[in-house]
């Protein structure tokens, strides 16, 4: 199983969560609180 980075704002269900999702970025970034680039980031990566 892979850590996380101490300083990682999002863990592997969250990200596949954000990929998933057909939220809005602004309202993913919100409720997660992270960047709308981090929303972007994840979503181009896939679930």
């Known amino acids: 199983m892979h850590s996380l980075h101490p300083q ?15 939220e809005p970025t602004g309202m993913l970034a919100q ?3 992270v960047s709308t680039d981090t ?8 679930a």
């Open 8 to 22: 990682a704002r999002t863990t592997p269900a969250v990200r596949q969560e954000i990929a998933r999702s057909r």
């Open 39 to 46: 929303i972007r980031k994840w979503r181009k990566r896939g």
């Open 31 to 33: 409720r997660f609180s």
